[in-house]
């Protein structure tokens, strides 16, 4: 059973405007992280942001943002003022306490426009 | 500090050759994964260790693959011998498990694999 999803295979933005990929998960372990990482067209896959299940706010990290709905499952990325840069393939993770295994969505492919 | 470092970046090889690839894991990271990432497949685990450990192989295709971790900076994934369906990209990681802030896991610059 597939436990990371990305619905969207390809998303476009304009330079400057925010954008949200979507993920959602699949889990019965109650303790779990989930990650999401960036892998621009160079191929290395860059860590971007982390949550706790149990973290009360959503995670941050500069233009980086993880709107974190527990209940829904959902833990889509929110890129605010897009930069042509922020051009990649964006993957979804997430790893269950239990079984300690990274799991990984399919990925977004995002593309930047001026 | 330096990152995970994989290497050769690039290989092309002829089928049926053995094909070697190695990885160093952030010093101190206890946990090194094995990924391979192709379009149809996406990003798939191979097998990770733990201190040095084999925990999980399940995900290697088949017996032509085989890691190992000597020591707790080192590891090898070899596939012998080597066929076409076997072009990826293939990632190393490695993260630690006793911080929180070791929650994440560092990838490599990945081993671009081509068979031929």
């Known amino acids: 059973a597939q436990k990371i999803t990305q619905t969207q295979p390809g998303m476009f933005v304009q330079e400057k405007e925010a954008v949200t990929l979507d993920c959602t998960y699949d889990t019965s372990d109650p303790s779990y992280g989930l990650f999401w990482y960036k892998q621009p067209s160079s191929g290395e896959m860059i860590f971007l942001i982390y949550q706790g299940s149990y973290d009360q706010q959503n995670a941050t990290e500069g233009r980086y943002s993880l709107n974190f709905q527990k209940a829904r499952k959902s833990a889509n990325l929110v890129i605010s003022a897009s930069q042509l840069g922020d051009s990649a393939m964006y993957f979804c993770?997430?790893?269950?306490?239990?079984?300690?295994?990274?799991?990984f969505g399919r990925g977004t492919s995002l593309i930047v426009h001026p | 500090d330096a990152g995970v470092i994989q290497s050769p970046r690039h290989e092309v090889t002829e089928m049926g050759q053995e094909v070697t690839l190695r990885c160093k894991p952030i010093?101190?990271?206890?946990?090194l994964f094995w990924y391979r990432q192709t379009m149809m497949r996406g990003l798939e685990l191979l097998i990770y260790?733990?201190?040095?450990?084999?925990?999980?192989d399940s995900g290697m295709p088949e017996d032509r693959f085989s890691a190992k971790m000597p020591n707790a900076s080192f590891s090898t994934l070899k596939i012998q011998p080597s066929e076409p369906r076997d072009s990826a990209v293939y990632f190393c990681?490695?993260?630690?498990?006793?911080?929180?802030?070791?929650?994440?896991?560092?990838f490599g610059e990945g081993s671009w694999l081509t068979v031929v």
């Open positions: 010093s101190g990271h206890d946990y």
């Open positions: 990681a490695s993260n630690i498990a006793a911080r929180d802030s070791g929650n994440t896991i560092y």
């Open positions: 260790f733990n201190n040095n450990v084999p925990i999980d």
């Open positions: 993770a997430m790893r269950e306490v239990r079984s300690y295994i990274p799991t």
